[in-house]
C-alpha cells in the first residue's frame, strides 16, 4: 500500500514516510491510495483476541512496509505494558440493550488521544529508522491542555527520542497544569510560556519551519516530527477500536454479525470519527455516522448544507477538546468523497484559507448526507445530557461525551431510528470534574480538585483513576515561565545545544 497527498494524488509514498513527515510538502494530509477491506467473518473474528492482537491485524493492512515483527513490538509496548489501567484497553459500558459507551479513556491521562499517542513513538520510532536516517527524533507540541500530557505519556523514556511541550501559562486547567509540570522521564521538557494557546502555537510552527534551525539540529543529528492529530500514526491506531468495538459487541452477543450499527462521536478536529468512517468502509457495519459537536458547530451547519463556514463566533465551552472551528482531518474525507480528486480538496482548501469558507459540490453534499448525521449540544443541553444518564442509567460521563449523548438523543426523536448504537466516550468524567459535579447538582464548595475528584466518586461509584489521584502532593519538576521570544532557546536548552 502507497500514501498520496490529498493534494496530490500522483504521490506515491510508504507509510513509514508518511508518519515521519506527518504533513505533506503540498499542505495536504497523507491518505491510503486504497482502503483494505476485511470480510465480516474476519471483523468477527478480532473478537477471539486481545487487543494487541486485533491492533496488529488492522496495522498489518495499512503498514503494508512493515514487518510482522515490528508491529508486533509496537501494538505490545503500547497496549499490553500495564499504561491502560484495564487489560482490555477500552470497554463497552451497557447503559441499555442496544445502547452502548465506549470507554476509551482507560489510558494515563484518561482521554482517548493515549488510545493513538501510546503507540505513536513507537511507530515513529521504526519509521526513522525504515527511512534510513539514524537521527534522533524531536517533538515539539503545543497544546491547550489533553495533547500536550498524551504526548509526554506516550514519548516518555522512547529510545531515540525527546519531547518538548509549550502550553499557556494561563491557559490550562489546575490538574491539566500539574498533570504536565510532575511528568516524569528523561527525555522530556515542559514549557510555559507568557501568552495563549495561539501564540505557543505560532511559536512552534516558526521553529518548525525555520531552516536554520533544521541545520543546527541537523548538524547536531537531531531531526524535527510531529505529533499531532493529522499525523497518518495518529489515525490509524483509532480505526482499530471500531473493528474491535463491532467484534466484541458479537462476541458478548450484543448483535448478530452483520447487524448494522449506528457510531456516535464527540468530534473536534474530526479525527476521531473520520476513524469509524475508515472502519466502515473496511466493511465494518455500520449504518450512520453520527458527529455530535459542541456550540462551534461548524461541522453541523457543514454537514447539513455542504457549506464550511468558519467565520463565525468562537465560544469557550465545558467541552474544551471539542473547541474548534478548523476540522484539519475534514479534509481526508473530503479527498475520498470526491473520488481522489487532489485537484478540487486543492481548490477548496485554498478557499478555506483565503475566506475561512467554501462550499462543495452536489455529489460530496448527497454523500455526506447519506453517512452522517449531525447536531449539536450547547453547555445547558450537555449538562442536561450528564443528568439524565446518571438518572436513567446510573452512569456518569465527561462533558465531551455528555455532548454526545445528547445529540444522540436529538437523532432519537428526529429519525427513530432504534438500531444498536455505540457512543465514543472520550475523557474520564474526573478530567472534567467541575463541571461534571455542577451538571449533577453538586456545584459548589469545594477546595480543590482533588475534593472535586472525592465527591464525584461518591456520586458516580467510578473509581478515580490512579494517574489523577497520584498527582495530589507531587512535585512540580518543571516550573517557571518563558517569553513567546524565548522558545527556540528552551528547544535547544532540552537538546543541550549551544
Ligand atoms: C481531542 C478530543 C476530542 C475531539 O476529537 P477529534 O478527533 O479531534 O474530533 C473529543 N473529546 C476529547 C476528550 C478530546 O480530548
Redesign the pocket.
Known sequence: MYYQSTRNSDLKISSAEAIVSGISRDGGLFVPDSVPKMELSEIVSLGDFGYPERAAAVFKKYLTDFTDDEIKTCVSRAYSSGSFDTENVMELSELRPGLNILEL?HGPTC???DMALQILPHLLTASVKKTGTDKKVCILVATS???GK?ALEGFKDAEGTEILVFYPENGVSKMQKLQMTTQDGSNVGVCAIKGNFDDAQTGVKRIFTDPEVAKTLSDHGIMFSSAN?INWGRLAP?IVYYLSTYAQLVKDGKIKAGDKINVV???????????AYYAKLMGTPIAKLICASNSNNVLTDFIRTGVYDRNRKFYTTI?P??D?LI???LERLLYHLSGGDSEYIGTIFSELSSTGRFAVNDRIKSALSELFYADFCDDAETKSAIAATKRDYGYTT????G?AVGVYNKYLSATGDTAPTVI?S??SPY??PAAVLEALGAGTGYADEFEMADKLCELSGMPIPKALSELKGKKPRFIGSVEKSEMLDAVYSLLKIK
Open positions: 479513556w482521554a482517548f488521544k491542555g489533553d495533547t498524551a492529530s483509532q462521536v464527540p468530534t473536534g478536529n474530526f479525527g476521531n470519527i473520520l476513524a467541552s477538546s471539542m474548534i476540522s484539519s482531518n465527561d462533558t465531551h461525551t455532548v465514543a472520550t475523557a478530567k472534567f
